[in-house]
């Protein structure tokens, strides 16, 4: 089949990422040396898990447009059922005609046909206790991808904590690189047991003693130029009930060689900057700060972008007191030194889970009277998007320290104080007051002022409180909560010709109560540490509940907020989703007009070059829709019916002259694409 020819758009995006000129004709700044993806007459490239190295989920692919969009179709779907997938966490990589993802608990690397959906090839490691045990096992997030000598070679972080390398084109491990692991049916190249960086003692099979805390990882590690960056993750801090565990120091490898060339130590050790915010000598034995997110990079200044989230223990601290640095971070570092450049801590102390939980984007802006401003913006569970000039870590805006509640847990000392951007305004209800409860009908609003009565309302860092607190409340409220504002399975994407940033969240709080460490202990299966912290998570912080089922605060319930960041301004925000049925035929509201509310959950979104596309259910809480969206406006342009939600991110790509567009629907990967893409296959693809 004849490819088809560019259009005028994809020429000028082309252009862009060819030679970086687009930025004056559309009055903004273009992305430079942040985006290694082709883009050809007939290929736009994936090449990285956020798309490009600024992770934009951004694709200038310009086939699909608002005038044909209601004739997309499933092109065909992948199951990784049998490799035990189900999770749909991971965004697949298209680059050198190839389509690369990782499934299942063993995170299988796969390679597969991007016209027809066949698997090409597949490689998995043996399977070991240290991955037996891993939290994220089935949460790998995709791969990372560079090329040696003009050969592509695919990088995974294992949930074990192996670095494996393959041949692009065969899934071998790859030749020279790593060293033999002494674990029965491993391969003697290709892997690299980073255990053995992080100076704690373990065993090639079972790993490190839970005694002395656990370490795994989530998300792809990403290469800038020669060097492999990998971040990790920890046993979650809501099931941690003892103070030990180890730090989620950030290691690097040679690209060819998987040689260790070095460090970087998130919690800082004696003479190193920050080693003054661990006090009661904490640094010693608490861990975490794990760099669980995925992380970016600008290979133009050899700088990595790392998000980070707290240290030991969700919702108390009281046992390592201080600011607590490198925890609920953003650090920028030198890729080839590991040096630190920057960092900004977006929460002192943090004891409510607003690990930074999405990765730090990349826009050069354009903003009025300053001129090019290059830019990193880290949007957050807490409602924020923090911004920084990425060379210097400079707030792009102003942040202000403003005074935030004390708690009142015994032994908990929280920062006297918290950071606020000035700009952008937060994108969703922080903290909650009688002023955000349900107001539909007078009765719903006394049912809901009665509810609430029994719960610690609060301003945004509203602190955890204890079993016996004092004033006989059930829980106390984060608004925000850990799984409200913005999240890992909702990633934010952004325009890059325009400076937009588009944010997906959930208005949605978390009810918090801490009970004796002990107590807490015996409800974990196979805790880390050994000592008992005072307080950990409690079993008691139940949510509110209205006996008409109907949420007790005000809607949006879900939605899409788009900022200009070029201004710092919203541009518009809009309901995603449809307004459920439970809420829209609810008895309760019989003859109440109450608009568009969106579903509740944060949907998945991809940016291109004509729309912004996301996958959200109709009000029957089952019907999978497809929208799309006006970039600058958010008036809905068309929407299709789709076989499901997609359940984290999505990806748009240009393979053979056809614009894709994949969803991440659980176990499978769902590829949509216009009728002419399957031509030739004869049916097979689906």
């Not at 998995?124 to 070679?153: D, Q």
């Not at 409340?473 to 999240?487: L, T, V």
């Not at 939605?559 to 710092?568: C, F, K, V």
Request: aromatic fraction near 10%; charge should be negative; glycine fraction near 10%.
């Amino acid at each position: 089949m004849k490819s088809r020819s560019p259009t005028a758009s994809l020429r000028k995006a082309r252009q862009l990422f060819l030679v970086g000129c687009l930025g004056a004709l559309l009055g903004s700044v273009a992305q430079t040396g942040l985006g290694q993806n082709l883009v050809t007459d007939d290929t736009v490239e994936w090449f990285t898990l956020g798309g490009d190295y600024a992770h934009t989920r951004y694709t200038p692919a310009d086939e699909i447009t608002a005038e044909n969009f209601s004739e997309l179709e499933v092109a065909w779907e992948w199951d990784g059922a049998s490799f035990g997938g189900y999770s749909g966490r991971s965004t697949p990589t298209y680059v050198d005609g190839k389509l690369f993802t990782v499934s299942g608990p063993h995170r299988t690397v796969v390679a597969i046909d991007p016209k027809s959906g066949e698997t090409l090839w597949s490689y998995r490691l043996p399977s070991t206790r240290r991955l037996e045990y891993s939290m994220r096992a089935s949460y790998g997030k995709g791969i990372a991808y560079s090329r040696i000598n003009g050969k592509g070679v695919v990088y995974i972080s294992t949930p074990g904590f192996f670095l494996l390398a393959l041949d692009a084109e065969t899934g071998a491990p790859l030749e020279g690189f790593g060293e033999q692991v002494p674990v029965e049916g491993f391969p003697g190249t290709g892997v690299v047991d980073m255990l053995a960086d992080l100076g704690h003692p373990y065993d090639p099979y079972e790993g490190i003693p839970l005694e002395t805390g656990y370490i795994t990882t989530s998300s792809p590690p990403i290469v800038i130029n020669d060097t492999i960056v990998v971040g990790n993750s920890a046993e979650q801090g809501y099931l941690q009930a003892r103070i030990e565990n180890v730090p989620g120091d950030i290691l690097a490898y040679d690209k060819v060689t998987g040689e260790f060339k070095w460090k970087f130590n998130v919690i800082p050790r004696p003479g190193e900057y920050g080693h003054e915010t661990w006090e009661n000598d904490a640094w010693q034995w608490t861990g975490d700060v794990s760099s669980w997110a995925p992380l970016t990079a600008d290979p133009e200044n050899n700088i990595v972008y790392i998000p980070t989230n707290p240290p030991t223990i969700d919702y108390y601290g009281g046992f390592r007191p201080g600011d607590g640095l490198f925890g609920t971070s953003v650090i920028a570092l030198n890729s080839e030194t590991g040096e630190r450049i920057w960092h900004y801590q977006t929460v002192h102390h943090d004891v409510w889970n607003y690990d930074n939980p999405s990765p730090p984007i990349q826009l050069n802006l354009n903003i009025p009277g300053r001129g090019v401003v290059p830019a990193v913006a880290e949007v957050t569970k807490q409602g924020f998007v923090y911004t920084f000039d990425r060379m210097t870590g400079e707030p792009v805006w102003p942040m202000v320290e403003r005074e935030v509640p004390q708690s009142k847990v015994p032994g908990e000392k929280l920062s006297a104080t918290q950071p606020f951007p000035t700009k952008p305004p937060p994108f969703e209800m922080q903290g909650i007051s009688e002023d955000d409860l349900i107001d539909f009908t007078p009765e719903l609003r006394r049912e809901a002022l009665e509810v609430m009565a029994s719960y610690k309302m609060g301003p945004l860092f509203n602190p955890p409180i204890h079993d016996t607190n004092e004033e006989g409340k059930i829980s106390a409220a984060m608004c925000p909560g850990d799984g409200g504002g913005a999240n890992i399975y909702a990633p934010p994407t952004a325009d890059p010709t325009t400076g937009f940033l588009y944010v997906a969240s959930a208005n949605n709080c978390s009810w918090q109560r801490v009970i004796p460490g002990e107590e807490a202990d015996a409800r974990i299966a196979e805790p880390t540490g050994t000592t008992f912290a005072r307080y950990a998570n409690g079993p008691g912080g139940r949510p509110p509940r209205l006996a008409s089922g109907l949420p007790y605060m005000k809607p949006l319930y879900s939605s899409i907020t788009a900022y200009n960041m070029n201004t710092g301004e919203i541009a518009f925000r809009i309901p995603s989703g449809e307004t459920p049925d439970r809420i829209r035929n609810n008895p309760a509201l019989e003859g109440v007009d109450i608009g568009d509310t969106g579903t509740g959950r944060a949907p998945s979104m991809v940016t291109t070059a004509n729309l912004l596309i996301y996958s959200d259910t109709d009000h029957d809480g089952q019907t999978a829709l497809l929208y799309a969206i006006d970039k600058q406006t958010g008036e809905e342009l068309g929407r299709i019916v789709v076989p499901a939600q997609s359940r984290y991110g999505m990806s748009s790509w240009m393979h053979d002259g056809h614009q894709y567009i994949i969803l991440q629907t659980g176990a499978k990967l769902t590829a949509m694409a216009l009728p002419a893409a399957s031509e030739g296959l004869g049916g097979a693809a689906h």
